[in-house]
């Protein structure tokens, strides 16, 4: 019975992955400007939706730099546990710097059951107002899928 359980979500899997229309290399423009194409990377559905800026204020009350903030949702669609967590991400500059997630802010990781989603925010620390680039999504330091931001 397991067998026969495991074999039908596996060939629901396949079905849902292969009539997907999802294009992993391109942008889909018909959203709003805040939210970003959804991408199926692995298995998990990940659906990012660009939060509005915030200046970060120093003490001398200057801004410093501008936080930017993903809104992240990742929906299991495998009968298999699988991880996701803000370390998965980072923010690639239009000049090439990469940018590792905000050390001062919140970040999330954790295990995401079959059928069941993880939604968080994922923060980077950006040079003032430079806020075009690439959100860029990696499993052991390789590009997996990447949303471009601006320009």
């Given at each position: 019975m397991k067998k026969i359980v495991l074999v039908c979500g596996m060939a629901i899997l396949v079905l849902l992955t292969a009539c997907s229309n999802?294009?992993?290399?391109?942008?889909?423009?018909s959203k709003s400007s805040s939210q970003l194409e959804t991408?199926?990377?692995?298995?998990?559905?990940?659906?990012?939706?660009?939060?509005?800026?915030?200046p970060i204020i120093e003490n001398n009350g200057k801004q410093?730099?501008?936080?930017?903030?993903?809104?992240?949702?990742?929906?299991?669609?495998t009968p298999f546990p699988?991880?996701?967590?803000a370390t998965d991400f980072t923010w690639k500059t239009e000049e090439g710097k990469e940018l590792l997630i905000a050390e001062n802010m919140t970040a999330f990781g954790d295990e995401i059951l079959s059928g069941k989603s993880l939604s968080e925010d994922v923060y980077f620390k950006v040079p003032?107002?430079?806020i075009d680039?690439?959100?860029?999504?990696?499993v052991n330091?390789?590009?997996i899928s990447e949303w471009k931001i601006g320009k």
């Open positions: 999802v294009n992993e290399g391109e942008v889909n423009n991408r199926i990377v692995d298995g998990v559905s990940l659906e990012v939706k660009q939060q509005p800026t915030r410093s730099n501008t936080l930017l903030t993903f809104a992240v949702k990742g929906t299991n669609l699988k991880g996701l967590g003032n107002n430079k680039g690439t959100l860029q999504y990696k330091n390789k590009v």
